[in-house]
Structure formats: structure tokens, C-alpha cells
């Protein structure tokens, strides 16, 4: 089974949010997560539990008064413990589920998302965004955005 992740984008912060719940997706949409908020209409596929190598992507925000108001995903079971780690991140819980690439690629099956970092680690105005379209990725990182490269695969 899959499930839709959806992409919003908050204009007054520059931020960037994906949420694979469709319910949370109707409440950023009805201006409940404040204002500035918009649904970008990226959208990917997500797997609802670990099936075919799947894993669970990690969902962290920041903790509040210490770490920034963004949120951070990872498929990575490492990356995932060592966010666990800082206590900049709060662990939310599983997002939903993705591959990881191999070698830095997805299979013909899948899709790849690509992960961009604004790098305002500085200013605690962290934010990645999380995107299966190369073209939109490649803009970002010609505005500024660090590359990361392949996060996690999508289902196709």
C-alpha cells in the first residue's frame, strides 16, 4: 500500500514541509500550522509499512526554545539514531516509509528524492527540502541551496 506525501511551502519563512498524513495535510491546507503556509503540489508516493525494503523515514522538528522551527526526514536507520542524538531534534515518529538508494541511486522501480539544505544552521533556521524533481533540485542549488543528493527512493 502507498501513501501520498505531500509538499507545502510557507512564503513568509522560505521554509519547506512534507507530511505523509492526510489528515495534517488538510489542517496546513485550512491555515492550521499558521499563516503563509501553501501546498506546492509536489507530491510523491510513500509505502504505509515496510514492504519490499522499505524503511521508515524518521520525522524529527525541531525542539522548541533550542532547535529550529523546521522539520527534518531521513530513511537512514544511522542518520536516524544520531539525530535521535541532538537535542536541537525532537523525534516525531515514522513519517511514512522509503528505500535507500544504493550507491547513490534508486532502481528502475523507484524514484529517487533528492534532499537541499538552506545551511541557515547559524541563524536555527534550518530547513530541507525534499524533492523527486531533478530540475527543481538543480534551482535550488543554483539559489543557494546545499546539495545532498539522494535522500531516499519513492515508490514509482
Avoid at 109 to 132: A, F, I, K, L, Q
Amino acid at each position: 500500500d502507498y501513501q501520498l506525501v505531500y509538499e507545502f511551502r510557507n512564503v513568509d519563512l522560505n521554509h519547506y514541509f512534507r507530511t505523509g498524513a492526510k489528515a495534517e495535510a488538510a489542517i496546513v491546507n485550512r491555515g492550521g500550522a499558521g499563516a503563509g503556509w501553501f501546498d506546492t503540489l509536489d507530491y510523491f508516493y510513500g509505502w504505509t509499512a515496510p514492504i519490499d525494503g522499505a524503511q521508515p523515514v524518521c520525522r524529527f522538528y525541531g525542539t522548541p526554545g533550542r532547535g529550529p522551527n523546521s522539520h527534518f526526514y531521513t530513511a537512514s536507520a544511522a542518520e536516524c539514531d544520531l539525530v535521535k542524538k541532538d537535542p536541537g531534534w525532537t523525534y516525531e515518529g515514522t513519517a511514512f516509509y522509503a528505500k535507500l538508494p544504493l550507491n547513490g541511486t534508486c532502481t528502475a522501480d523507484d524514484v529517487p528524492v533528492y534532499r537541499v539544505y538552506n545551511g541557515r544552521w547559524r541563524e536555527n533556521d534550518s530547513n530541507h527540502r525534499y524533492t523527486t524533481d531533478r530540475a527543481i533540485y538543480n534551482a535550488m542549488v543554483a539559489n543557494g541551496w546545499l546539495p545532498e543528493g539522494i535522500a531516499m527512493c519513492a515508490a514509482f
